[in-house]
């Protein structure tokens, strides 16, 4: 009985003390807040999973003109690879490392470039069985989604990150 009295009371701690110091799962509560109203997002796999996030933030409005956005995040190049990672001692693949890698650059709408080219990596880590060879595929693309997801989340806090230049002065003489 003192057992379980104990172990409520360190429970009912614990979850105090972690909410007190402001603990927070990573995408639960407040989206970034993104410093354009608009934003035109290239359309590429990243890109079409970036504008549904957005969209369901509802604090920026993607717009389908690259024109009529404040700024525009220019996804030019997206790839997915697999590279083994070690072999058993027979020679035959135990694992391979997952990577996905995203190109990107910000501009403003004077098309001043607000971040230069930039690449984010997300990798992960595939164990291969060859007796196990159809699970071991849907496993890999379900990891490529959940590397997708992270991908998104990367380029959210970086696009939150970008600050607009100040507007060009006109020159008094």
């Given at each position: 009985m003192q057992a379980r009295m104990a172990a409520s009371v360190f429970?009912?701690?614990?979850?105090l003390l972690l909410s007190a110091c402001g603990f927070q799962l990573r995408g639960s509560g407040q989206s970034a807040v993104l410093?354009?109203?608009?934003?035109?997002i290239s359309p590429t796999g990243v890109g079409i999973d970036l504008k549904r996030r957005l969209a369901r933030s509802g604090s920026t409005t993607v717009v389908e003109d690259s024109k009529a956005a404040e700024g525009v995040v220019e996804l030019l190049a997206e790839t997915r690879d697999r590279q083994i990672l070690s072999l058993n001692s027979q020679g035959r693949v135990?694992?391979?490392?997952?990577?996905l890698r995203?190109?990107?650059?910000?501009?403003?709408?004077?098309?001043?470039?607000?971040?230069?080219?930039t690449q984010v990596v997300v990798q992960r880590t595939l164990s291969f069985d060859e007796s196990k060879v159809l699970a071991k595929e849907g496993e890999e693309v379900t990891l490529y989604r959940d590397m997708q997801s992270d991908m998104v989340g990367q380029l959210l806090r970086r696009i939150a990150a970008t600050r607009p230049l100040a507007?060009?002065?006109p020159v008094v003489q």
């Open positions: 429970a009912v701690a614990a979850v410093p354009f109203s608009t934003l035109y135990r694992e391979y490392t997952l990577n995203v190109n990107f650059r910000i501009k403003d709408q004077a098309n001043r470039e607000l971040l230069p080219t507007p060009p002065q």
